[in-house]
Structures are given as structure tokens and as C-alpha cells.
């Protein structure tokens, strides 16, 4: 069983940037494509990037583009994500998942593991 942990959340300004951290303890985890998703309060759980096991294909949310930058180094079983730029509407729990199918995707079901979520609360 793979399991998630999320690190890096806060409450911070609008304009600055975090960092999350996912760790993924075990050695499958590298084979494994990851994404982050974010749920706001009162609304759906959402798609923000993805990545492919080898970090090669990587894809984000409209919303997201420009501002976030999925990584990960399997050496580590670490993914991250890089917010610049934070926004009010940029406040939820940000989610770390890992789906088995190795590549990148925004699919939210192809997704079997999950973290508990990290919250970020970003204040104008």
C-alpha cells in the first residue's frame, strides 16, 4: 500500500510562492505518475499538474499555467509542487496522488492513492 504524505502548506500573502512536498515511501512509487488536485471549500476536488514516471510529460490546469511547476525526483520518491505568484482563489487543500498506469493524467479516478492533503490558505 502506497502511502502519501503532503508537506509544505500555510497561510501565507497573496504574491509569494511554496513549495509543496509529496514523499512516497517504496520503490514502486517511481514507476507511478503523480498528480496534485485541490479542493476549495464547497467545491469538487480539481486538477491542477501532472507528471509521468520519468518526469518527461508534464501537464497543468488552465487556471494553473504559467504559475505552478509540477517536479519529482524518483531518487528521493519526493514529487513536488512550486506555487509563485499566490492568489486568493488559489486557497484549498492541496492533494498528492499517485495512479499505477505510469503516465502523466488529469483524470481524477485513474488516480488510486492518495495523501490527507496539505492546506494552503493564501490572505490578499
Known amino acids: 500500500q502506497v502511502q502519501l504524505v503532503e508537506s509544505g502548506g500555510g497561510l501565507v500573502q497573496a504574491g509569494v510562492s511554496l513549495r509543496l512536498s509529496c514523499e512516497a515511501p517504496?520503490?514502486?512509487?517511481?514507476?507511478?505518475?503523480m498528480g496534485w488536485f485541490r479542493q476549495a471549500p464547497g467545491k469538487e476536488r480539481e486538477f491542477v499538474a501532472t507528471?509521468?514516471?520519468?518526469?518527461?510529460?508534464?501537464s497543468y490546469a488552465d487556471s494553473v499555467k504559467g504559475r505552478f511547476t509540477i517536479s519529482r525526483e524518483n531518487t528521493k520518491n519526493m514529487v513536488y509542487l512550486q506555487i509563485n505568484s499566490l492568489k486568493p482563489e488559489d486557497t484549498a487543500v492541496y492533494y498528492c496522488?499517485?495512479?499505477?498506469?505510469?503516465?502523466?493524467?488529469?483524470?481524477?479516478?485513474?488516480?488510486?492513492?492518495w495523501g490527507q492533503g496539505t492546506q494552503v490558505t493564501v490572505s490578499s
Open positions: 496522488a499517485g495512479n499505477t498506469g505510469s503516465r502523466a493524467s488529469d483524470d481524477l479516478v485513474s488516480y488510486a492513492y
Open positions: 517504496g520503490r514502486t512509487f517511481r514507476f507511478y505518475g
Open positions: 507528471i509521468s514516471w520519468s518526469g518527461s510529460d508534464t
